[in-house]
């Protein structure tokens, strides 16, 4: 078959091990905040209650996010996983238990935050595991294959989450999300990673906490691209996911274009990153840079609502400019950092890609009443794209690789 010709990616029986691992991760994770806001609402709590709940997880994600990378870089990163997983499904387990509705909604945070620091690990050494296992040319192909996973969740979690709930019930869908996660470390305990790389004696846990901080200042695309996106998740993309409900249900009188409009932006991210796997182009930095201006059509299409149609084709257009990003990111910052540092760069990562999504969702419904709906969708597409074309001025960006010629010396001039 040739799928599995020798030297195909899915002839790499330990990147087959950590794919089979993070699908059934993903079914179950998927299932998990369904449960969660089923159990919540359930036993009396209102809506402000579920949105601090999961904040909780968020939160810790991010908070613990720089002190998961200094471990994935000092251990196995498999064992790492395996570590957060079964944690994570032990928190999971106990919830099956403490969410009877006679019990305070702050355990239910509690347990939330817990499932959050798991997240923080779990990313991190998912992450920089990539190398270990796969050669550096299939990296582009192996990151993409592992986000289609994460995307499909998105497209049939909520049909999984709700499935679950009807058969199985709210809590016992936790335990359907328990069992998910243990069982993923079946398959990551199978794996043979190549722990040995450039690793380096350990130091101070604070000195190596600095060290990841240190190598995404000095290398400066990474660092820059890294602070472009987490603002513009907090402007354009917060404002998208709180507003879309809004605005589609408003104007359309039904539920069905908010959930076609989400389905549809994943599906385009998965094409778009199949596509930018199979074709080579001189500038990854400046392809992916473009493509992603192109997000704004999503908001921009929620400001001037003409019909579901028009909503769901501005959605699957915007999908299409999430592909770059994740066919090449991925693979670039696993190829120029060095493998004993990319826990805590990838830890970076996931903290700034998640740590101002909750800011910006949190000050929509203030900018909506300051600004209008309208105002405030126009103005943080615009935004968008400044932020895209200051970026390009920054070493490094064109190809996400530093260029050969360029020295520390410059750096404090650029």
Same mark, same amino acid.
């Given at each position: ?13 330990? *990147? +087959?091990?950590?794919? /089979?691992?993070?699908? !059934?991760?993903?079914? &179950? ?27 909780? +997880? ?29 944690? $994570? ?16 909604? *702050? ?9 959050? #620091?798991?997240?923080?690990? &779990? ?33 049939? &979690?909520?049909? #999984? ?25 079946? /398959? ?21 906490? +600095?060290?990841?901080? +240190?190598?995404?200042?000095? !290398? ?37 274009? /908010? ?26 930095? *400046? ?8 997000? #704004? ?54 903290? &700034? ?37 200051? #970026? ?8 996400? $690789?530093?260029?050969?010629? *360029? ?8």
């Amino acid at each position: 078959m040739k799928l599995f010709e020798p030297g195909s990616l899915w002839s790499i029986k330990g *990147y +087959r091990l950590f794919w /089979f691992s993070t699908t !059934i991760f993903v079914l &179950g994770a998927s299932a998990f905040p369904i449960a969660l806001a089923v159990t919540v609402l359930d036993a009396g709590g209102s809506a402000t209650s579920l949105g601090l709940i999961l904040g909780a +997880r968020i939160l810790a994600s991010v908070v613990f996010a720089p002190i998961a990378g200094v471990w994935v870089d000092r251990l196995p990163r498999k064992q790492v996983m395996i570590t957060a997983d079964l944690f $994570r499904a032990a928190v999971v387990f106990s919830m099956v238990f403490v969410s009877a509705p006679t019990l305070p909604s *702050y355990i239910l945070g509690i347990a939330v935050l817990l499932v959050g #620091i798991g997240d923080a690990f &779990g990313a991190s050494a998912a992450g920089a595991i990539m190398p270990s296992l796969v050669p550096e040319d299939k990296l582009p192909a192996a990151n993409v294959a592992r986000n289609i996973v994460v995307r499909t969740a998105t497209i049939l &979690g909520p049909g #999984i989450g709700g499935l679950s709930i009807l058969l199985l019930g709210g809590r016992l869908t936790f335990l359907f999300t328990a069992l998910a996660f243990a069982l993923g470390t079946y /398959f990551l305990s199978k794996i043979q990673e190549d722990i040995n790389g450039d690793k380096k004696p350990q130091e101070n846990f604070f000195v190596e906490l +600095r060290e990841g901080l +240190r190598t995404v200042r000095d !290398i400066p695309w990474i660092g820059a691209m890294i602070l472009m996106v987490s603002f513009q998740l907090m402007a354009v993309i917060a404002a998208e996911e709180v507003l879309l409900p809004i605005i589609t249900r408003r104007e359309f009188n039904s539920n069905t274009p /908010f959930a076609i409009a989400t389905s549809a932006f994943s599906i385009g991210a998965i094409v778009s990153a199949i596509l930018c796997v199979k074709i080579k182009v001189k500038h990854e930095g *400046y392809v992916s840079i473009f493509m992603w201006a192109f997000v #704004i059509i999503a908001p921009l299409s929620l400001a001037f609502p003409i019909s579901e149609t028009f909503v769901v084709v501005a959605f699957l257009l915007s999908g299409f400019s999430v592909g770059p990003w994740e066919a090449w990111w991925s693979s670039a910052v696993q190829r120029e950092v060095p493998t004993h540092l990319q826990g805590r760069v990838f830890s970076i990562d996931h903290m &700034g890609s998640t740590g101002l999504m909750p800011v910006g969702m949190a000050i929509v419904g203030p900018a909506v009443a300051l600004f209008g709906e309208k105002e405030l969708l126009i103005g943080a597409s615009i935004f968008h794209l400044i932020a895209c074309v200051a #970026i390009l001025r920054v070493p490094g960006v064109k190809d996400m $690789r530093m260029p050969a010629n *360029y020295s520390q010396g410059e750096q404090g001039q650029a």
